[in-house]
Protein backbone atom coordinates (compact mmCIF):
# COMPACT_ATOMS: atom_id res chain seq x y z
CA UNK A 1 0.00 0.00 0.00
CA UNK A 2 1.23 3.32 -1.07
CA UNK A 3 2.25 6.14 1.71
CA UNK A 4 -0.32 8.57 0.17
CA UNK A 5 1.08 12.21 0.64
CA UNK A 6 -1.09 15.00 2.41
CA UNK A 7 -2.64 17.10 1.05
CA UNK A 8 -1.68 19.70 3.14
CA UNK A 9 1.55 18.82 1.78
CA UNK A 10 2.45 19.88 -2.05
CA UNK A 11 3.91 17.71 -4.16
CA UNK A 12 7.43 18.66 -4.43
CA UNK A 13 7.49 19.35 -0.48
CA UNK A 14 6.48 15.14 -0.46
CA UNK A 15 9.25 14.65 -3.11
CA UNK A 16 11.51 16.45 -0.54
CA UNK A 17 10.86 13.79 1.86
CA UNK A 18 10.80 10.72 -0.38
CA UNK A 19 14.82 12.44 -2.00
CA UNK A 20 16.10 12.61 1.64
CA UNK A 21 14.86 8.80 2.85
CA UNK A 22 16.65 7.97 -0.07
CA UNK A 23 20.00 9.28 0.42
CA UNK A 24 20.10 11.08 4.11
CA UNK A 25 23.68 10.65 4.51
CA UNK A 26 24.26 12.99 1.25
CA UNK A 27 21.39 15.45 1.22
CA UNK A 28 22.76 16.51 5.08
CA UNK A 29 18.59 16.69 5.70
CA UNK A 30 16.52 19.48 5.28
CA UNK A 31 15.37 23.12 6.83
CA UNK A 32 11.57 23.57 7.73
CA UNK A 33 10.66 26.77 7.53
CA UNK A 34 7.11 26.81 9.82
CA UNK A 35 5.69 26.90 13.15
CA UNK A 36 3.13 24.47 14.94
CA UNK A 37 0.45 22.92 12.43
CA UNK A 38 -0.59 20.42 9.99
CA UNK A 39 2.31 20.94 7.70
CA UNK A 40 5.28 20.17 9.26
CA UNK A 41 3.56 17.59 11.32
CA UNK A 42 2.64 15.97 8.00
CA UNK A 43 6.20 16.31 6.42
CA UNK A 44 7.99 14.64 8.84
CA UNK A 45 5.29 11.76 9.45
CA UNK A 46 6.16 11.61 5.57
CA UNK A 47 9.60 11.06 6.21
CA UNK A 48 9.24 8.66 9.37
CA UNK A 49 7.36 6.49 7.09
CA UNK A 50 9.71 6.25 4.20
CA UNK A 51 12.93 5.80 6.32
CA UNK A 52 13.83 2.39 7.74
CA UNK A 53 11.91 1.47 10.61
CA UNK A 54 15.16 0.39 12.52
CA UNK A 55 16.61 3.95 11.47
CA UNK A 56 16.46 6.28 14.49
CA UNK A 57 14.91 9.45 15.41
CA UNK A 58 15.78 11.34 18.58
CA UNK A 59 15.09 14.90 19.25
CA UNK A 60 17.20 17.59 20.64
CA UNK A 61 16.18 19.41 23.86
CA UNK A 62 16.57 22.78 23.55
CA UNK A 63 19.07 23.38 26.20
CA UNK A 64 21.56 20.89 24.58
CA UNK A 65 25.03 21.07 25.87
CA UNK A 66 28.16 19.62 24.58
CA UNK A 67 28.14 16.53 26.24
CA UNK A 68 24.51 15.68 25.95
CA UNK A 69 25.83 16.39 22.27
CA UNK A 70 29.26 14.06 21.71
CA UNK A 71 29.24 11.68 24.78
CA UNK A 72 30.94 12.22 27.99
CA UNK A 73 31.35 9.98 31.25
CA UNK A 74 28.39 8.03 32.16
CA UNK A 75 28.49 8.60 36.11
CA UNK A 76 26.81 6.51 37.57
CA UNK A 77 28.90 3.45 35.66
CA UNK A 78 32.45 5.09 36.53
CA UNK A 79 31.12 5.87 39.96
CA UNK A 80 30.53 1.97 40.19
CA UNK A 81 33.25 0.88 38.67
CA UNK A 82 35.66 3.10 39.90
CA UNK A 83 37.15 3.40 35.85
CA UNK A 84 36.23 5.69 33.35
CA UNK A 85 32.99 4.71 31.22
CA UNK A 86 32.02 6.52 28.20
CA UNK A 87 28.16 7.65 27.31
CA UNK A 88 27.61 7.96 23.58
CA UNK A 89 25.69 11.61 22.73
CA UNK A 90 22.37 12.33 20.77
CA UNK A 91 24.66 12.48 17.82
CA UNK A 92 25.79 8.85 17.88
CA UNK A 93 23.05 7.13 19.04
CA UNK A 94 21.65 8.88 15.98
CA UNK A 95 24.00 6.97 13.86
CA UNK A 96 21.83 6.32 10.18
CA UNK A 97 18.88 8.13 11.22
CA UNK A 98 17.77 11.95 11.76
CA UNK A 99 18.10 14.31 14.51
CA UNK A 100 14.84 16.43 14.84
CA UNK A 101 16.26 20.23 16.34
CA UNK A 102 13.42 22.33 17.31
CA UNK A 103 13.33 25.76 17.93
CA UNK A 104 16.61 25.66 15.48
CA UNK A 105 16.56 29.72 14.94
CA UNK A 106 17.89 29.94 18.49
CA UNK A 107 20.26 27.34 18.77
CA UNK A 108 24.01 28.31 20.00
CA UNK A 109 26.78 29.07 17.96
CA UNK A 110 28.68 25.90 19.81
CA UNK A 111 25.49 23.33 19.07
CA UNK A 112 25.82 24.51 15.53
CA UNK A 113 29.20 23.56 15.25
CA UNK A 114 29.18 20.37 16.63
CA UNK A 115 26.06 19.28 14.29
CA UNK A 116 28.23 21.01 11.31
CA UNK A 117 31.28 18.64 11.38
CA UNK A 118 29.30 15.81 12.14
CA UNK A 119 27.51 16.50 9.03
CA UNK A 120 31.22 17.13 7.33
CA UNK A 121 33.37 14.17 9.05
CA UNK A 122 30.05 11.64 9.71
CA UNK A 123 31.53 10.53 12.73
CA UNK A 124 32.08 11.95 16.35
CA UNK A 125 35.63 12.47 18.50
CA UNK A 126 35.19 12.00 22.19
CA UNK A 127 38.30 13.20 23.46
CA UNK A 128 37.50 14.61 26.91
CA UNK A 129 37.58 13.35 31.15
CA UNK A 130 40.07 10.83 29.80
CA UNK A 131 38.26 9.17 26.96
CA UNK A 132 39.84 9.19 23.46
CA UNK A 133 37.05 7.35 21.30
CA UNK A 134 35.17 7.97 17.61
CA UNK A 135 31.93 7.30 17.02
CA UNK A 136 30.06 6.84 13.67
CA UNK A 137 27.74 9.70 12.65
CA UNK A 138 26.38 9.36 9.16
CA UNK A 139 23.03 11.26 10.21
CA UNK A 140 20.48 13.54 8.12
CA UNK A 141 19.39 16.60 10.75
CA UNK A 142 16.03 17.85 10.36
CA UNK A 143 15.93 21.87 11.37
CA UNK A 144 12.59 23.22 12.93
CA UNK A 145 12.79 26.87 12.00
CA UNK A 146 10.20 28.45 14.01
CA UNK A 147 11.38 32.20 13.29
CA UNK A 148 8.38 34.65 13.17
CA UNK A 149 10.58 37.35 10.97
CA UNK A 150 13.45 36.93 8.72
CA UNK A 151 15.75 38.36 11.49
CA UNK A 152 15.44 34.68 13.29
CA UNK A 153 17.62 32.56 11.17
CA UNK A 154 19.26 29.19 11.27
CA UNK A 155 23.10 29.40 11.18
CA UNK A 156 24.58 30.17 8.19
CA UNK A 157 27.27 27.38 8.16
CA UNK A 158 24.30 24.73 9.37
CA UNK A 159 21.92 25.78 6.52
CA UNK A 160 24.63 25.61 4.09
CA UNK A 161 25.01 22.23 4.74
CA UNK A 162 21.08 21.07 4.50
CA UNK A 163 19.73 20.41 0.93
CA UNK A 164 16.30 21.24 1.18
CA UNK A 165 14.89 24.26 2.46
CA UNK A 166 11.38 24.23 2.43
CA UNK A 167 8.12 26.52 3.92
CA UNK A 168 4.90 26.36 5.01
CA UNK A 169 3.35 25.64 0.94
CA UNK A 170 1.13 28.12 1.10
CA UNK A 171 1.54 31.23 -1.02
CA UNK A 172 4.38 29.43 -2.58
CA UNK A 173 4.14 28.77 -6.41
CA UNK A 174 4.20 24.75 -6.92
CA UNK A 175 3.81 24.51 -10.95
CA UNK A 176 2.08 21.23 -11.88
CA UNK A 177 4.08 18.98 -13.49
CA UNK A 178 4.51 19.17 -17.35
CA UNK A 179 5.93 16.01 -18.48
CA UNK A 180 5.56 12.31 -17.87
CA UNK A 181 9.13 12.37 -16.11
CA UNK A 182 8.08 14.84 -13.61
CA UNK A 183 4.31 14.03 -13.22
CA UNK A 184 6.45 10.35 -12.40
CA UNK A 185 8.51 11.77 -9.67
CA UNK A 186 6.16 13.62 -7.99
CA UNK A 187 3.69 9.98 -7.49
CA UNK A 188 3.48 8.61 -3.99
CA UNK A 189 5.85 6.07 -2.59
CA UNK A 190 5.66 3.45 -0.54
CA UNK A 191 8.61 2.50 2.04
CA UNK A 192 9.41 -0.65 -0.48
CA UNK A 193 10.12 1.87 -3.15
CA UNK A 194 12.44 4.13 -1.16
CA UNK A 195 14.03 0.75 0.10
CA UNK A 196 14.40 -0.54 -3.85
CA UNK A 197 15.92 3.25 -4.92
CA UNK A 198 18.36 2.77 -1.77
CA UNK A 199 19.89 -0.14 -3.05
CA UNK A 200 19.85 1.69 -6.76
CA UNK A 201 21.48 4.37 -5.93
CA UNK A 202 25.07 3.43 -5.72
CA UNK A 203 24.76 2.31 -9.44
CA UNK A 204 23.25 5.45 -10.96
CA UNK A 205 25.49 7.62 -13.04
CA UNK A 206 26.33 11.57 -14.28
CA UNK A 207 26.81 12.61 -17.47
CA UNK A 208 29.71 15.25 -17.42
CA UNK A 209 27.06 18.11 -19.31
CA UNK A 210 24.93 17.31 -16.28
CA UNK A 211 27.31 18.45 -13.69
CA UNK A 212 28.25 21.50 -15.45
CA UNK A 213 24.48 22.19 -16.00
CA UNK A 214 24.05 22.37 -12.36
CA UNK A 215 27.17 24.55 -11.60
CA UNK A 216 26.33 27.02 -14.53
CA UNK A 217 23.11 27.57 -13.16
CA UNK A 218 24.04 27.72 -9.38
CA UNK A 219 26.74 30.63 -10.75
CA UNK A 220 24.06 32.36 -12.29
CA UNK A 221 21.68 32.68 -9.62
CA UNK A 222 24.22 34.18 -6.99
CA UNK A 223 25.06 30.86 -5.17
CA UNK A 224 28.91 30.96 -4.17
CA UNK A 225 29.09 27.98 -2.15
CA UNK A 226 29.89 24.63 -3.64
CA UNK A 227 27.84 22.66 -1.44
CA UNK A 228 24.82 23.60 -3.33
CA UNK A 229 25.21 22.06 -6.85
CA UNK A 230 26.78 18.64 -5.22
CA UNK A 231 24.07 18.19 -3.26
CA UNK A 232 21.83 19.39 -6.26
CA UNK A 233 23.73 16.48 -8.10
CA UNK A 234 22.80 14.16 -5.29
CA UNK A 235 19.37 14.69 -5.34
CA UNK A 236 19.36 14.39 -8.71
CA UNK A 237 21.03 11.13 -8.40
CA UNK A 238 18.20 10.35 -5.96
CA UNK A 239 15.33 11.08 -8.65
CA UNK A 240 17.09 8.86 -11.02
CA UNK A 241 16.86 5.83 -8.78
CA UNK A 242 13.68 6.61 -7.32
CA UNK A 243 12.10 6.36 -11.24
CA UNK A 244 14.51 3.51 -11.33
CA UNK A 245 17.07 5.17 -13.82
CA UNK A 246 20.60 4.37 -14.00
CA UNK A 247 21.56 7.80 -15.72
CA UNK A 248 21.07 11.20 -14.58
CA UNK A 249 18.97 12.95 -17.62
CA UNK A 250 18.18 16.35 -17.84
CA UNK A 251 14.60 15.91 -16.81
CA UNK A 252 16.24 14.90 -12.69
CA UNK A 253 18.28 17.60 -12.91
CA UNK A 254 16.05 20.65 -13.10
CA UNK A 255 14.02 18.55 -10.39
CA UNK A 256 16.96 18.44 -8.42
CA UNK A 257 17.59 22.13 -9.47
CA UNK A 258 13.83 23.77 -7.88
CA UNK A 259 14.06 21.53 -5.09
CA UNK A 260 18.06 22.89 -3.85
CA UNK A 261 19.18 25.82 -5.92
CA UNK A 262 15.49 27.82 -6.12
CA UNK A 263 15.72 28.62 -2.14
CA UNK A 264 19.35 30.00 -2.36
CA UNK A 265 19.79 31.79 -4.90
CA UNK A 266 20.44 35.39 -4.67
CA UNK A 267 20.47 37.63 -7.53
CA UNK A 268 18.70 37.00 -11.09
CA UNK A 269 20.89 35.65 -14.02
CA UNK A 270 23.04 38.57 -15.82
CA UNK A 271 21.07 38.07 -18.55
CA UNK A 272 17.20 37.17 -18.74
CA UNK A 273 18.11 35.61 -22.71
CA UNK A 274 20.39 33.20 -23.68
CA UNK A 275 23.74 34.09 -25.31
CA UNK A 276 23.67 33.88 -28.74
CA UNK A 277 25.78 30.66 -29.78
CA UNK A 278 29.12 31.17 -31.47
CA UNK A 279 29.47 30.80 -34.90
CA UNK A 280 32.09 27.72 -35.45
CA UNK A 281 35.33 28.45 -37.30
CA UNK A 282 35.71 28.33 -40.53
CA UNK A 283 38.00 25.24 -40.49
CA UNK A 284 35.81 22.99 -38.70
CA UNK A 285 32.80 21.81 -40.07
CA UNK A 286 29.05 22.83 -38.01
CA UNK A 287 28.20 19.69 -35.60
CA UNK A 288 25.51 17.34 -37.04
CA UNK A 289 22.23 17.60 -35.36
CA UNK A 290 22.01 14.46 -33.05
CA UNK A 291 19.80 11.88 -34.08
CA UNK A 292 16.76 11.20 -32.36
CA UNK A 293 16.83 8.82 -29.73
CA UNK A 294 14.45 5.75 -30.88
CA UNK A 295 15.11 3.93 -27.47
CA UNK A 296 14.15 6.70 -25.44
CA UNK A 297 13.56 5.37 -21.79
CA UNK A 298 10.29 4.96 -20.12
CA UNK A 299 9.30 5.40 -16.59
CA UNK A 300 8.86 1.31 -15.26
CA UNK A 301 5.74 0.78 -12.98
CA UNK A 302 5.41 0.87 -9.58
CA UNK A 303 7.48 -2.57 -8.01
CA UNK A 304 9.09 -3.78 -11.49
CA UNK A 305 12.78 -4.45 -11.65
CA UNK A 306 14.47 -1.12 -12.66
CA UNK A 307 15.56 -1.73 -16.82
CA UNK A 308 18.97 -2.33 -18.11
CA UNK A 309 21.64 0.16 -18.75
CA UNK A 310 21.56 1.09 -22.42
CA UNK A 311 24.05 0.75 -24.55
CA UNK A 312 24.55 5.19 -25.86
CA UNK A 313 24.74 5.20 -21.56
CA UNK A 314 27.42 2.58 -21.16
CA UNK A 315 29.63 3.55 -24.40
CA UNK A 316 32.42 5.58 -23.29
CA UNK A 317 33.15 8.90 -25.28
CA UNK A 318 35.81 9.83 -27.31
CA UNK A 319 38.02 12.78 -25.25
CA UNK A 320 39.01 13.82 -28.25
CA UNK A 321 35.39 14.64 -29.42
CA UNK A 322 34.20 17.68 -28.69
CA UNK A 323 30.71 18.21 -27.09
CA UNK A 324 28.53 20.37 -29.58
CA UNK A 325 28.00 23.55 -26.72
CA UNK A 326 24.63 24.34 -28.58
CA UNK A 327 23.64 21.33 -25.76
CA UNK A 328 25.23 22.22 -23.05
CA UNK A 329 23.92 25.71 -22.84
CA UNK A 330 20.41 24.76 -23.62
CA UNK A 331 20.68 22.49 -20.61
CA UNK A 332 21.71 25.03 -18.46
CA UNK A 333 19.23 27.58 -19.53
CA UNK A 334 16.51 24.99 -18.82
CA UNK A 335 17.92 24.70 -15.19
CA UNK A 336 18.07 28.00 -15.12
CA UNK A 337 14.58 28.65 -15.66
CA UNK A 338 13.13 25.49 -13.68
CA UNK A 339 14.71 27.46 -10.65
CA UNK A 340 12.88 30.69 -11.60
CA UNK A 341 9.52 28.44 -11.59
CA UNK A 342 10.08 27.13 -8.74
CA UNK A 343 11.37 30.57 -6.46
CA UNK A 344 7.92 32.42 -5.14
CA UNK A 345 7.07 35.55 -6.81
CA UNK A 346 7.74 37.85 -3.97
CA UNK A 347 11.41 36.86 -4.00
CA UNK A 348 11.56 36.90 -7.45
CA UNK A 349 10.36 40.89 -7.36
CA UNK A 350 12.56 41.26 -4.36
CA UNK A 351 15.77 39.64 -6.39
CA UNK A 352 14.70 41.81 -9.39
CA UNK A 353 15.21 45.08 -7.25
CA UNK A 354 18.94 46.31 -6.45
CA UNK A 355 20.32 43.41 -4.05
CA UNK A 356 22.36 44.92 -1.32
CA UNK A 357 25.77 43.77 -0.39
CA UNK A 358 25.42 44.78 2.80
CA UNK A 359 23.73 41.54 4.54
CA UNK A 360 22.73 41.02 8.43
CA UNK A 361 24.53 37.62 8.83
CA UNK A 362 22.88 34.96 9.59
CA UNK A 363 22.10 33.89 13.24
CA UNK A 364 23.03 36.90 14.54
CA UNK A 365 20.06 38.96 16.73
CA UNK A 366 20.24 42.57 17.75
CA UNK A 367 21.97 42.06 21.14
CA UNK A 368 25.41 43.66 21.46
CA UNK A 369 28.29 42.87 22.58
CA UNK A 370 28.76 39.33 24.66
CA UNK A 371 30.52 40.15 28.24
CA UNK A 372 30.98 37.79 30.90
CA UNK A 373 29.20 37.56 34.11
CA UNK A 374 29.27 35.04 36.93
CA UNK A 375 25.23 34.66 37.90
CA UNK A 376 23.10 35.70 35.03
CA UNK A 377 23.23 34.86 31.46
CA UNK A 378 23.27 32.08 28.64
CA UNK A 379 24.80 29.02 30.12
CA UNK A 380 28.52 28.26 28.48
CA UNK A 381 29.04 25.03 30.77
CA UNK A 382 31.82 25.13 32.91
CA UNK A 383 35.53 25.76 33.90
CA UNK A 384 37.73 24.56 36.39
CA UNK A 385 37.96 26.91 39.70
CA UNK A 386 36.86 26.88 43.26
CA UNK A 387 33.10 29.04 43.83
CA UNK A 388 33.88 31.98 45.09
CA UNK A 389 32.63 35.42 45.01
CA UNK A 390 29.19 34.29 44.39
CA UNK A 391 29.98 31.95 41.35
CA UNK A 392 27.84 29.04 41.40
CA UNK A 393 28.98 25.26 41.62
CA UNK A 394 28.82 22.92 38.66
CA UNK A 395 27.64 20.12 40.47
CA UNK A 396 27.70 17.39 37.77
CA UNK A 397 31.10 18.22 36.24
CA UNK A 398 32.81 18.23 39.35
CA UNK A 399 31.28 14.70 40.18
CA UNK A 400 32.34 14.09 36.83
CA UNK A 401 35.70 15.11 37.75
CA UNK A 402 36.35 13.15 41.05
CA UNK A 403 34.78 9.89 39.77
CA UNK A 404 37.66 8.05 37.88
CA UNK A 405 39.93 8.98 40.92
CA UNK A 406 37.46 7.57 43.69
CA UNK A 407 38.49 4.08 43.99
CA UNK A 408 42.36 5.44 44.59
CA UNK A 409 40.70 8.04 47.05
CA UNK A 410 38.79 5.36 49.08
CA UNK A 411 42.05 3.22 49.19
CA UNK A 412 44.12 5.95 51.19
CA UNK A 413 40.98 7.14 53.26
CA UNK A 414 39.73 6.02 56.45
CA UNK A 415 36.15 5.69 57.59
CA UNK A 416 32.94 4.50 55.36
CA UNK A 417 32.47 4.63 52.00
CA UNK A 418 31.89 8.10 50.66
CA UNK A 419 32.42 10.40 47.62
CA UNK A 420 35.85 12.00 47.69
CA UNK A 421 36.10 15.80 46.39
CA UNK A 422 38.86 17.64 46.51
CA UNK A 423 39.58 21.08 45.67
CA UNK A 424 41.28 20.32 42.34
CA UNK A 425 37.71 18.49 41.26
CA UNK A 426 35.31 22.09 41.38
CA UNK A 427 33.70 23.24 38.49
CA UNK A 428 31.83 26.46 38.57
CA UNK A 429 29.42 27.64 35.88
CA UNK A 430 30.03 30.09 33.09
CA UNK A 431 27.78 32.58 31.72
CA UNK A 432 27.53 34.84 28.56
CA UNK A 433 25.02 38.68 28.82
CA UNK A 434 24.16 40.37 25.94
CA UNK A 435 24.39 44.02 26.66
CA UNK A 436 21.40 46.12 25.38
CA UNK A 437 22.03 48.11 21.73
CA UNK A 438 21.39 51.35 21.67
CA UNK A 439 21.34 53.22 18.23
CA UNK A 440 22.28 56.75 18.25
CA UNK A 441 20.64 58.68 14.65
CA UNK A 442 22.87 61.62 14.00
CA UNK A 443 20.92 63.84 11.40
CA UNK A 444 23.06 66.80 9.11
CA UNK A 445 20.08 69.50 9.14
CA UNK A 446 21.93 71.88 7.67
CA UNK A 447 21.14 74.40 4.77
CA UNK A 448 22.75 72.09 2.16
CA UNK A 449 21.55 68.73 3.73
CA UNK A 450 18.03 70.68 3.88
CA UNK A 451 18.15 71.59 0.11
CA UNK A 452 19.07 68.37 -0.63
CA UNK A 453 17.67 65.03 1.21
CA UNK A 454 16.47 66.34 4.57
CA UNK A 455 12.85 65.25 3.61
CA UNK A 456 14.07 61.71 2.27
CA UNK A 457 16.39 61.53 5.52
CA UNK A 458 13.75 62.16 8.00
CA UNK A 459 11.72 58.89 6.34
CA UNK A 460 14.82 56.92 5.97
CA UNK A 461 15.31 57.59 9.70
CA UNK A 462 11.71 57.22 10.29
CA UNK A 463 12.41 53.64 9.09
CA UNK A 464 15.37 52.87 10.83
CA UNK A 465 13.11 53.54 14.03
CA UNK A 466 10.87 51.51 13.28
CA UNK A 467 13.16 48.62 13.00
CA UNK A 468 14.69 49.03 16.53
CA UNK A 469 11.60 49.51 17.56
CA UNK A 470 10.52 46.09 16.79
CA UNK A 471 13.96 44.88 17.92
CA UNK A 472 13.46 46.52 21.33
CA UNK A 473 16.30 48.78 21.23
CA UNK A 474 17.01 51.94 22.19
CA UNK A 475 17.26 54.95 19.91
CA UNK A 476 18.23 58.41 20.10
CA UNK A 477 18.60 61.33 17.97
CA UNK A 478 21.24 63.89 17.72
CA UNK A 479 20.99 66.92 15.10
CA UNK A 480 23.49 69.51 14.05
CA UNK A 481 23.10 72.74 12.28
CA UNK A 482 23.74 76.39 12.81
CA UNK A 483 26.93 76.09 14.90
CA UNK A 484 26.14 73.41 17.36
CA UNK A 485 24.27 70.39 18.42
CA UNK A 486 21.07 69.52 20.04
CA UNK A 487 20.03 66.36 21.50
CA UNK A 488 16.43 65.58 20.22
CA UNK A 489 15.91 62.79 21.76
CA UNK A 490 17.45 60.79 24.60
CA UNK A 491 18.08 56.90 24.75
CA UNK A 492 14.58 55.63 24.63
CA UNK A 493 11.87 52.54 23.32
CA UNK A 494 9.31 55.09 22.55
CA UNK A 495 9.00 55.70 18.74
CA UNK A 496 5.95 57.70 19.16
CA UNK A 497 8.37 60.51 20.90
CA UNK A 498 11.27 59.81 18.14
CA UNK A 499 9.24 60.16 15.49
CA UNK A 500 7.67 63.30 17.18
CA UNK A 501 11.35 64.83 17.96
CA UNK A 502 12.29 63.97 14.52
CA UNK A 503 8.91 65.29 12.81
CA UNK A 504 10.02 69.04 14.51
CA UNK A 505 13.64 69.13 13.27
CA UNK A 506 13.80 72.02 11.62
CA UNK A 507 16.80 72.42 8.42
CA UNK A 508 18.69 75.30 7.70
CA UNK A 509 21.95 77.28 8.57
CA UNK A 510 25.51 75.77 8.63
CA UNK A 511 27.23 72.51 8.72
CA UNK A 512 28.70 72.14 11.85
CA UNK A 513 29.75 68.71 11.20
CA UNK A 514 32.97 68.32 13.87
CA UNK A 515 30.42 69.40 16.60
CA UNK A 516 28.05 66.52 15.39
CA UNK A 517 30.73 63.96 15.30
CA UNK A 518 32.15 65.11 19.11
CA UNK A 519 28.51 64.91 20.61
CA UNK A 520 28.15 61.63 19.03
CA UNK A 521 31.49 60.64 20.44
CA UNK A 522 30.50 61.44 23.37
CA UNK A 523 26.89 60.05 23.64
CA UNK A 524 28.68 56.60 22.70
CA UNK A 525 30.79 56.51 25.15
CA UNK A 526 28.36 57.33 28.25
CA UNK A 527 26.24 54.90 26.77
CA UNK A 528 29.11 52.28 26.61
CA UNK A 529 30.45 53.63 30.25
CA UNK A 530 25.87 52.36 31.27
CA UNK A 531 26.94 48.78 29.95
CA UNK A 532 24.80 49.42 26.22
CA UNK A 533 26.36 49.08 23.05
CA UNK A 534 26.51 51.96 20.90
CA UNK A 535 25.62 52.12 16.90
CA UNK A 536 26.37 55.65 15.82
CA UNK A 537 24.07 55.94 12.14
CA UNK A 538 25.20 59.19 10.46
CA UNK A 539 23.16 60.78 8.05
CA UNK A 540 25.56 64.07 6.51
CA UNK A 541 26.78 65.06 2.78
CA UNK A 542 30.01 65.37 4.45
CA UNK A 543 30.25 68.75 3.41
CA UNK A 544 31.44 70.96 6.56
CA UNK A 545 31.56 74.76 6.82
CA UNK A 546 31.41 75.93 10.77
CA UNK A 547 34.79 74.76 12.37
CA UNK A 548 34.48 73.07 16.06
CA UNK A 549 35.27 76.83 17.69
CA UNK A 550 32.24 77.92 15.68
CA UNK A 551 34.22 79.96 13.27
CA UNK A 552 32.97 79.62 9.23
CA UNK A 553 35.98 77.86 6.91
CA UNK A 554 35.59 75.36 4.34
CA UNK A 555 38.70 74.41 5.03
CA UNK A 556 39.12 74.91 8.70
CA UNK A 557 36.01 73.17 9.66
CA UNK A 558 37.06 69.83 7.11
CA UNK A 559 40.32 69.63 8.92
CA UNK A 560 38.59 69.52 12.18
CA UNK A 561 35.52 67.39 11.33
CA UNK A 562 38.47 64.76 10.24
CA UNK A 563 40.08 64.73 13.20
CA UNK A 564 37.20 64.48 15.14
CA UNK A 565 36.62 61.57 12.74
CA UNK A 566 39.75 60.13 13.93
CA UNK A 567 38.83 60.58 17.59
CA UNK A 568 35.49 58.52 16.62
CA UNK A 569 37.32 55.90 15.29
CA UNK A 570 39.58 55.20 18.23
CA UNK A 571 36.65 55.89 20.39
CA UNK A 572 36.14 52.40 19.45
CA UNK A 573 31.83 52.68 18.45
CA UNK A 574 30.16 51.01 15.59
CA UNK A 575 28.76 53.49 12.74
CA UNK A 576 27.16 53.83 9.82
CA UNK A 577 27.77 56.70 6.79
CA UNK A 578 24.40 57.89 4.48
CA UNK A 579 25.46 59.57 2.18
CA UNK A 580 22.58 62.09 2.00
CA UNK A 581 24.28 63.50 -1.22
CA UNK A 582 22.17 63.74 -4.69
CA UNK A 583 25.19 61.24 -5.87
CA UNK A 584 27.48 59.47 -4.32
CA UNK A 585 30.28 62.32 -2.70
CA UNK A 586 34.10 61.77 -2.67
CA UNK A 587 34.04 63.76 0.36
CA UNK A 588 31.68 61.61 2.38
CA UNK A 589 33.00 58.48 1.85
CA UNK A 590 36.62 59.88 3.23
CA UNK A 591 35.06 61.00 6.20
CA UNK A 592 33.73 57.13 6.72
CA UNK A 593 36.70 55.66 5.86
CA UNK A 594 38.44 57.85 8.82
CA UNK A 595 35.82 57.27 10.85
CA UNK A 596 35.94 53.67 10.59
CA UNK A 597 32.41 53.54 9.41
CA UNK A 598 30.82 51.42 6.55
CA UNK A 599 29.57 53.48 4.08
CA UNK A 600 26.10 53.60 1.79
CA UNK A 601 25.26 56.18 -0.36
CA UNK A 602 21.01 57.37 -0.29
CA UNK A 603 20.18 57.26 -3.63
CA UNK A 604 20.87 53.94 -3.85
CA UNK A 605 19.66 52.69 -0.70
CA UNK A 606 15.80 51.36 -0.24
CA UNK A 607 13.95 49.94 2.59
CA UNK A 608 15.67 46.62 2.96
CA UNK A 609 19.33 48.08 2.35
CA UNK A 610 19.17 50.24 4.83
CA UNK A 611 17.54 47.89 7.29
CA UNK A 612 20.68 45.49 6.63
CA UNK A 613 22.91 47.87 6.85
CA UNK A 614 22.01 49.19 10.34
CA UNK A 615 21.81 45.32 11.29
CA UNK A 616 25.57 44.97 9.42
CA UNK A 617 26.94 48.21 11.58
CA UNK A 618 25.36 46.72 15.02
CA UNK A 619 25.44 43.38 15.25
CA UNK A 620 28.90 42.41 13.20
CA UNK A 621 30.22 38.52 12.92
CA UNK A 622 30.67 37.22 16.32
Known amino acids: MNDQASPAL ?75 VAQRGVLARADAGCVLLPMAERVPALVASHLCAALDRHEVPLQRDGLALLYPARLAVLALDEGASDEERLP ?39 AQARARLPLVR ?3 PVLEGL ?5 AWGIDSLRAPSMALRAARAVAALLGCDTVDDEHARLAAALVL ?120 SRRAEPRSGV ?21 ASGPPRIHIRREDFHVVRYRQYRPTTTVFVVDASGSAALHRLAEAKGAVELLLAECYVRRDRVAVLAFRGTGTDLLLPPTRSLARAKRSLSALPGGGGTPLAAGLEAATALAAQLARQGDTPTVVLLTDGRANIALNGAPGRASATED ?44 AGAHSLSAAVHMAACPAR
Open 262 to 381: APRATQLPTTDSAPEPTAPAESEPPAPDPAPDTNARRDPPAGSAPPAPQNSDTAPTDPAEPTPPADSQTLEDRLIEAVRAAIPAGLLATLAAAHSALQRPSGAGSAGAAQAHNQRGRPLG
Open 561 to 604: ALAAAQRFRQAGARALLIDTSPQASATAQTLAQTMGAAYLPLPH
Open 392 to 412: RLHLLDTLRAAAPWQRLRQRT
Open 206 to 208: VPP
Open 156 to 194: AALLERLAFHLRTDSGTRDSAPDNSTERSALAPWSAHDI
Open 215 to 219: CAAAH
Open 10 to 84: SARSALAAALLAIDPVGLGGAALRAGHGAWRDEWLALLRRLLPSEAPWLRLPPSVGSEALLGGLDLGATLHSGRP
